[in-house]
């Protein structure tokens, strides 16, 4: 990548505008997919006693609906971001490859 | 190109008569060998804490003769026969070092998906999960849990900034503006760390599992056999024959979970209410297995839980064999995509094997037939820990399915073994051999043939180990492997990317710390000090010491970056801006070759 490329692309809010974006939504997810498992694992240390919960007329713990659901989330939200990121970002790199090779 | 095929089928002659060998063997064994492993359990070599040892006993079985079990050795024979057409058809297609590394970077989102699933479901994961529902219930979830949420942790901060800055290795990335040597050396000796315990621990359990499953094959035998089968895969076909090896190892382990998941709930008439209640009313701990947040008998410990989440996830996304697979894709978008194919399978398998585990309590336990002695115990089986998945399949599907699922287990090994060895091979000659000692002046044809050199090393070594290591008790392997790569590669791969103030002094001192407060703490913890060398009571007093030595990590990483005030240290933060365009735009990423 040649110097004037790069000082091209570093000068366009594009580029700048990209970078927040992504950084945003890959923190954002990141702290979402932690607070769940943490919460998950936190429960798990300091509230055993809720975890393991039945639900009302069965002897399936709450715990284990929470787990599956941190599993099926987690999952989910990977998807969340493939979407975003196809839709969104890649186009916008597009662009901004294009702008600066010209 | 004719030399290569010359060889090929030269090794391959080799790996043919050597498990001819094996079935002489047993054609002439009159008296079948004992199953006489102290603690043969694949589970005891996996996701245990010390507490889930004691709580999963293992037992000397004592099938007197055992008739040989066809089945499992034709179905395992007729894998072998496919991947090694595979690895034959890889061969003439593995030219350059790229093909050799990467695959040629032609694999595509899906492909890598399925192929990152086979790297990572061991049968350590399978049999030891189901194994741990078995015996403690509940707790097992925690393990499915854990493994799996490192997945988008690692697609949404590392899995596309890899391809667009990587070649072969991750040390490419932390070292893309650092200095290559002090970088490098670190990251291929954490790195190497972790493929060779976790090479022991895989064949340690192959080992056990095979000589359990067709006892007239010893253990010595069947580890042999998994090197040589390696060994050809790996040094012959190199990644594109392991891509195809774990994509097919995958769709199996799938496709076998998936039955046994299918015939456990129609034999509970598809009510998972019905699953869980009678799998209560039949476990001799009842009520208890719905409650057990820490290892059934063992102490509630919200440090310990706290840490072993903690090394679960972040070691999932330092595992030097999992970042590899990012290279061989053709580009950022693949990359993503293969993530959330990869975790959909694997979160999908994590589910089924709790099923499974639960299975086994309602259809293996007070079994006499799987069960070692019923008088003393309903749950203790025959054959060992890692068995409920085994026998689950038999009850479910008779000796065919326990073949099918037996063959499934021992490919889950082949394939996760491959791609540990070439990891481990290209941290060798990568990093170690073509940038550090020839300074990148080596050429492809040399370091390709080095990196074959390695494989081969690496081969023998995880063989010679796995018999040095057989009647060790091997517990702890998953507890060192998962928080080295925690402390060390995941924490300095992320500052890399992400901190613009990361210099060398503290990505090398940082690295350092982890590696070596990591192995300390291992070592002075309850599982070393206390269970492996009798040294009484453990110093520290955790199995997991990530809690400890990941924070300590980034302080150090942070310290002596700030601190750092010499020239090379300021470019290397002016560098920050180039390695941030390509990592984001992927310009000047290396290019998928096309032959």
């Known amino acids: 990548m040649s110097l004037l490329i790069a000082s091209k692309i570093q000068s366009n809010p594009k580029y700048l505008q990209l970078v927040k974006q992504r950084d945003t939504l890959s923190w954002t997810l990141s702290a979402i997919v932690c607070i769940m498992y943490f919460g998950f694992i936190l429960l798990i240390a300091f509230a055993p006693d809720v975890i393991t919960q039945p639900l009302p007329n069965s002897v399936i713990p709450q715990g284990m609906l929470l787990g599956v659901g941190v599993i099926l989330a987690s999952a989910m939200l990977t998807g969340v971001y493939v979407y975003r990121a196809n839709g969104t970002f890649d186009p916008i790199v597009q662009e901004i490859v294009q702008e600066a090779s010209k | 190109m004719k030399k290569i095929i010359t060889l090929f089928f030269a090794v391959m002659t080799l790996v043919l008569s050597g498990l001819s060998l094996a079935a002489d063997t047993v054609a002439s064994s009159v008296a079948p060998t004992v199953a006489s492993a102290v603690a043969p359990t694949v589970a ?216 046994m998941a299918l015939g456990v709930m129609s034999h509970e008439g598809f009510s998972f209410e019905k699953l869980f209640s009678d799998a209560v009313a039949l476990h001799p701990k009842h009520l208890d297995i719905m409650k057990s947040v820490v290892p059934i008998g063992a102490k509630l410990n919200p440090v310990e839980s706290i840490s072993l989440g903690l090394t679960l996830m972040f070691g999932t996304a330092g595992l030097p064999h999992i970042l590899m697979r990012f290279f061989t894709v053709t580009d950022a978008k693949a990359a993503r995509k293969s993530v959330l194919y990869g975790t959909c399978f694997i979160g999908f ?196 010491p990530t809690f400890v030595v990941l924070p300590t990590v980034l302080i150090v990483a942070y310290v002596a970056s700030v601190t750092d005030k010499s020239a090379s240290g300021q470019k290397e933060r002016d560098a920050y801006d180039a390695q941030l365009i390509r990592a984001e735009t992927g310009l000047g990423a290396e290019a998928a070759a096309v032959h």
């Open chain 2, 349 to 544: 398998f994590y589910i089924l094997t709790f099923i499974i585990g639960f299975g086994a309590i309602v259809l293996v336990a007070n079994n006499p037939a799987y069960v070692a002695d019923i008088n003393k115990s309903i749950l203790v089986l025959k054959g060992g820990g890692s068995m409920p998945a085994v026998y689950l399949s038999h009850a479910l599907g008779g000796d065919f399915f326990l073949g099918f699922i037996a063959a499934v287990a021992f490919a889950t090994i082949l394939a996760v073994v491959s791609g540990l060895t070439l990891a481990g091979a290209s941290a060798l000659s990568h990093d170690i051999y073509a940038s550090v000692i020839k300074k990148g002046q080596a050429s492809e044809k040399q370091e390709v043939w080095v990196s074959k050199m390695c494989v081969i090393g690496l081969g023998v070594v995880a063989v010679l180990l796995g018999i040095a290591f057989e009647k060790q008790n091997v517990a702890y392997i998953v507890a060192l492997t998962f928080s080295i790569a925690a402390c060390t590669n995941f924490p300095i791969l992320v500052l890399s990317i992400f901190w613009r103030g990361l210099t060398t002094r503290g990505a090398v001192m940082g690295g350092y710390t982890g590696i070596i407060g990591s192995i300390g703490l291992l070592v002075i913890g309850p599982t070393v000090w206390t269970k492996v060398l009798g040294m009484g009571p453990a110093i520290f007093p955790y199995d997991f």
């Open chain 2, 44 to 259: 005891s070599a996996v996701p245990t804490t010390s507490a889930v040892v004691a709580a999963v006993p293992a037992v000397a079985a004592a099938p007197a003769e055992v008739p040989l079990n066809w089945n499992a050795i034709v179905m395992f024979l007729i894998f072998v026969g496919v991947t090694l057409g595979i690895t034959y058809w890889a061969a003439t297609r593995t030219k350059t070092a790229t093909d050799f590394y990467a695959a040629g970077r032609g694999v595509t989102g899906l492909q890598n998906g399925m192929a990152i699933a086979g790297d990572y479901m061991s049968a350590a994961s399978f049999l030891g999960i189901a194994a741990l529902v078995y015996f403690n219930g509940f707790y097992g979830l925690i393990f499915s849990v854990g493994w799996l949420v490192g997945w988008p942790i690692i697609l949404f901060l590392v899995a596309e900034r890899l391809r667009n800055l990587g070649k072969y290795t991750y040390a490419d990335v932390v070292s893309f503006r650092l200095q290559q040597g002090p970088i490098r050396v670190m990251a291929a000796i954490s790195s190497l760390i972790v493929v060779i315990w976790y090479l022991i621990g895989q064949a340690v359990g192959a080992g056990q599992l095979l000589h359990t499953l067709v006892p007239q094959v010893s253990y010595v035998q069947s580890i042999i056999v998994v090197g040589a089968l390696i060994i050809t895969y790996v040094t012959f076909g190199g990644m594109k024959a392991t891509t195809w090896v774990q994509i097919i190892k995958a769709c199996l382990l799938l496709g076998g979970a998936t039955l």
